[in-house]
C-alpha cells in the first residue's frame, strides 16, 4: 500500500469517526468486491485500509507515520523489536483469530415455546384496514337493489323481502366484525399485486467474512418466516442516510425488530440501561454499535410501530459467547444466536400473521440496493 493514502481511498478525512469509516468502508465494499467485478487486490487494499484505520492503536501510529500489525507491534525491525516479537508469540493470542470460523447456529425449534404456537398457515391481514371505494360500494349496493322490484312483485313477498334482506343484514355484521374473510379491497389487491408473498426483501453482505451477518440472515430465513405476516430486510440505511447502517429488520404486525450481527471475542455480554456494553463484568472496549440510534431514528420515521433492536453475538477466535438471559432495558441487548431465536421469536409471535401495509413500504425505501 506504499503511496496509497488510506483516508484517501476510503474517501474520508482524517477527523473522520469509526463509524463513518465503518459506513464508508461497507459503501465501496460492495462495488469493489472481487464478486461485484473488483478485483482481489484493490479489495484487499480497501480490507486493509479499513482494519488499519478501524484500530484506534494502528490508526495512530499510521498517523505518525509508523506501521503496527494487527494487535498494536511495532513492525519495524530493530532487535529489541524483533526480541519483542518473539516473546509475543509465546503468548496467547487474544485478539481475532483471522482464520476462525464459527459453528453456524441451529437453534432447537423443540426448545422454542413460540415455534409450535404459530400456524404458518395462517391468513394474513393487511392493515390499516383498507376502505373499499365509493364507486365499489355504490356497485354493489345498485346490483341487489335491482333486486327489489323483483321482490315485491312476487306474490309471496314478505317471504321473498325476508329472503331479501338476510343476507344484507350478514353481509352488514361480516364487514363490522369480521373484516379479514370479506375479499381484499383495491388497496389490499394493489398492494399483493405489487409484493405478492415475497418474504425477504435485499441481500446480506458476506463481505470481509463477516459470518455473523450470513449466519443471521440465514436465522431470519429458517426460523422467522414461519410467522405468516414476518417480512425480513437485509441492509437498511437510516432515514437520513444512504449506507447501509443497519445489518438486518423484521417486520411483523406493529412490531419491527432492527438487528446488528457482530464477531466479538468470546465472553459474557450484557449492556447496561443507557445501553454500555460489559464483557465479563467490565466495560467492553472491542467494538461498538450505533443500533441504538438507529432504534431511534426509525422510531420517529414510523411513530405507530414499536421499534427494538437487538444485537447478534458471534465468537471471532475458538470460546463461547454468552449474554444475559435476565429481562433488559437496554435498546439493543446483546444476544446469542439461540437467544434471539428465543427471544424475539417469542416478541413478534404475539400478533404473527398481520402485515402493516404503511410500515412495511417505510422500511421496505430504505433498503439500500
Not at 519495524?76 to 524483533?82: A, E, F, I
Not at 395462517?122 to 346490483?143: D, K, M, N
Amino acid at each position: 500500500m506504499s503511496g496509497v493514502d488510506y483516508y484517501e481511498l476510503l474517501g474520508v478525512t482524517r477527523e473522520a469517526s469509526a463509524a463513518e469509516i465503518k459506513s464508508a468502508y461497507r459503501s465501496l465494499a460492495r462495488v469493489m468486491h472481487p464478486d461485484a467485478g473488483g478485483t482481489a487486490g484493490t479489495f484487499r487494499s480497501l480490507q486493509e485500509a479499513y482494519e488499519t484505520l478501524s484500530d484506534p492503536a494502528r490508526r495512530a501510529a499510521y498517523d505518525r507515520g509508523e506501521t503496527l500489525a494487527a494487535g498494536g507491534r511495532d513492525t519495524r525491525g530493530t532487535p529489541t523489536n524483533r526480541r519483542r516479537r518473539s516473546r509475543d508469540n509465546d503468548r496467547r493470542d487474544f485478539g481475532a483469530d483471522p482464520s476462525f470460523v464459527p459453528p453456524v447456529p441451529e437453534p432447537d425449534v423443540e426448545r422454542l415455546q413460540w415455534w409450535n404456537a404459530v400456524n404458518p398457515e395462517q391468513p394474513v391481514r393487511y392493515f390499516p384496514r383498507a376502505t373499499y371505494s365509493r364507486g365499489e360500494v355504490l356497485a354493489t349496493i345498485g346490483g341487489w337493489a335491482l333486486l327489489l322490484p323483483v321482490v315485491l312483485a312476487s306474490d309471496a313477498w314478505p317471504l321473498m323481502l325476508v329472503l331479501w334482506l338476510m343476507p344484507a343484514v350478514a353481509v352488514a355484521g361480516v364487514y363490522r366484525h369480521v373484516p379479514e374473510y370479506l375479499p381484499p379491497a383495491s388497496e389490499d389487491r394493489v398492494f399483493l399485486s405489487e409484493f405478492g408473498r415475497s418474504v425477504v426483501f435485499g441481500q446480506p453482505e458476506g463481505i470481509r467474512g463477516e459470518y455473523g451477518e450470513r449466519f443471521t440472515a440465514g436465522l431470519l430465513a429458517d426460523y422467522f418466516t414461519r410467522l405468516p405476516g414476518a417480512k425480513v430486510f437485509h441492509g437498511l440505511s437510516w432515514p437520513d442516510s444512504v449506507f447501509a447502517d443497519i445489518d438486518h429488520a423484521v417486520l411483523c404486525g406493529r412490531r419491527l425488530v432492527l438487528i446488528e450481527s457482530k464477531m466479538w471475542l468470546p465472553g459474557h455480554y450484557t449492556a447496561d440501561a443507557d445501553g454500555t456494553l460489559r464483557r465479563n463484568g467490565g466495560k467492553f472496549r472491542g467494538g461498538g454499535t450505533r443500533l441504538a440510534e438507529g432504534i431511534a431514528a426509525y422510531r420517529e420515521l414510523l411513530d405507530d410501530i414499536e421499534v427494538v433492536g437487538a444485537l447478534v453475538l458471534y465468537p471471532s477466535r475458538a470460546g463461547e459467547i454468552t449474554a444475559s438471559e435476565s429481562p433488559t432495558t437496554a435498546p439493543a441487548p446483546p444476544m446469542t444466536p439461540e437467544g434471539f431465536v428465543r427471544e424475539i421469536g417469542h416478541y413478534l409471535a404475539q400478533d404473527p400473521a398481520c402485515v402493516h401495509r404503511d410500515a412495511f413500504r417505510a422500511v421496505l425505501a430504505r433498503v439500500v440496493p
